[in-house]
């Protein structure tokens, strides 16, 4: 782990779970949590997934209820921009040392680990070989652009399930609209029966965008 300096309840320090590959080569996997969860439950998801890649399960910043979250809410999936902004650029310190130009990083985020997730797609469109949204929501009103064409050249996969009840589904259904839709992304979808979590089906899918993403079949 590396240290960072941080307040606001943060913990200032980037503490990292890893699997897979040891090489600092090979392409990055970077799996984020949902609120107040942490890396190590997250990290289970890297044994469902395509093996060649290293896997880096990230822990949240900021301590909340016995885990972690990335930003502070004004509602479920409504992060304060401020607060998703400076952790954004805590993030980013630590994805730019350990993924700097040339390696290829797929970044997945679940539940509030999505919206996070979201957060660096859309102020970094092209920053990733693509930015997997799970069963969350995009951080829409928290001082990100939004517009038409705005992802164009993005990779992304999306995963909803129609029994989800802990994501308004008036944010759920506006991350479709837009990732499928005008965002001008490329983008895979999944949609299950299912609730809030990651199922057989839709892991499998995304086991076989993140190869596809990472070209893993040479």
Known sequence: MSGNGGD??????????????TDPAAP???LLHGRGSDERQILTLAGHLPEGPAY???RAP?????????????????????????????FRAWLDEVAPSGRPVVLA?????????????LAEPT??????????????????????????????FVAQGDGDHVIPRELLDRTWSYLTGESGA??????????HGLGAPAVGALADWVSERLDLSR
Do not use: M, Q
């Open 127 to 156: 920053r990733c070989a693509g930015v997997a949204v799970l069963h969350g929501t995009l951080p829409f009103d928290a001082g990100l652009s939004v517009e038409p064409g705005r992802l164009e050249g993005a990779h992304t």
């Open 186 to 195: 490329t983008t895979r979808s999944h949609r299950d029966a299912g609730g």
């Open 28 to 30: 990055l996997v970077v």
């Open 109 to 121: 985020g679940f539940s509030g680990g999505a919206a996070f997730a979201g957060g660096l797609l």
């Open 8 to 21: 606001d309840g943060r913990t200032g320090t980037h503490v990292v779970a890893h699997a897979g590959s």
């Open 62 to 90: 900021i301590a909340e209820g016995g885990g972690y979250a990335w930003f502070a809410n004004r509602g479920i999936g409504r992060p304060v921009a401020e607060s998703l902004a400076e952790n954004l650029a805590w």
């Open 56 to 58: 880096a399960a990230v």
